[in-house]
């Protein structure tokens, strides 16, 4: 298959997408509400990175033959600046949400988990859909994040359920979280040019023909939690078009610090 600038676009959207969702769930280690899920959001987070990792590779390959240009999965996550990462606007966002009486406030769960699921839900029928990618490195790798993904789809979900009919506190902040987030998943089912050229590849699926089915789970979801889905909203972010939230340069900041502060260094 002869890689084009879409192809490595789209490849690049995956990859950041996970890494920056692996790395704001890896700010719960050691901070988790109990030991188990201290764990259980640090397992998750290897698995996002680990899918990071090898999406990086591949898009490497990709771009050695489209252009001669030689990268590593460390150039492409740490030494490119806010503009050039294309991941989701959803993934970048912090842990607390609209109950949070200051920019510092302490992380919610209700916020990690509400978005964890929507996230999750999408990409079981994506990684589901990319197994029959026409690239083949792509596919395999499908093949491999779809195991892990249903994982995180399942406990997402039961937490989901657990908080929104469970207390008036939790279902409180359960709903406070998917009102706050909800928006952000419009960019999610976004056509654009980049997927338009990967579908008419073969290479994957135009989100939005995925986002019946999503809304299908979500809506089910939310019947058993006791939760009220959020009025619609036109606004669509631009994450996956390197236009961030005011959040995507701190959490870089933290993310690149060490290796920018020693190029070039192993461990």
Request: glycine fraction near 6%; aromatic fraction near 8%.
């Amino acid at each position: 298959m002869t890689p084009t600038q879409d192809h490595l676009t789209y490849v690049l959207r995956l990859a950041d997408t996970a890494l920056i969702l692996g790395q704001r769930n890896a700010e719960w280690c050691g901070h988790g509400p109990a030991l188990e899920e201290d764990i259980a959001l640090t397992n998750m987070s290897l698995d996002l990175i680990g899918q990071a990792r090898l999406l990086y590779t591949h898009a490497a390959t990709l771009e050695a033959a489209l252009n001669g240009r030689k990268r590593t999965e460390d150039d492409y996550a740490y030494f490119r600046a806010e503009r050039e990462f294309a991941n989701y606007t959803l993934v970048e966002l912090p842990h607390y949400g609209p109950l949070a009486g200051t920019a510092h406030a302490d992380k919610d769960y209700a916020v990690t988990i509400v978005r964890n699921f929507l996230y999750a839900a999408l990409m079981a029928h994506l990684w589901t859909a990319l197994t029959a990618s026409s690239d083949e490195v792509l596919a395999a790798i499908a093949a491999k994040s779809l195991k892990e993904t249903r994982y995180h789809l399942h406990h997402a979900r039961e937490w989901l359920v657990r908080f929104g009919d469970g207390t008036a506190e939790s279902h409180c902040r359960a709903q406070a979280a998917l009102d706050y987030l909800m928006p952000y998943t419009r960019e999610l089912f976004a056509s654009d040019a980049v997927e338009d050229a990967i579908a008419a590849a073969g290479i994957g699926p135009k989100t939005a023909d995925l986002e019946a089915a999503w809304n299908e789970d979500v809506r089910a979801a939310l019947e058993e939690a006791t939760l009220a889905l959020p009025a619609p909203v036109k606004h669509v972010t631009t994450g996956k078009h390197g236009e961030h939230s005011e959040h995507m340069g701190y959490l870089l900041a933290e993310m690149q610090s060490l290796a920018r502060q020693h190029p070039g260094a192993t461990w």
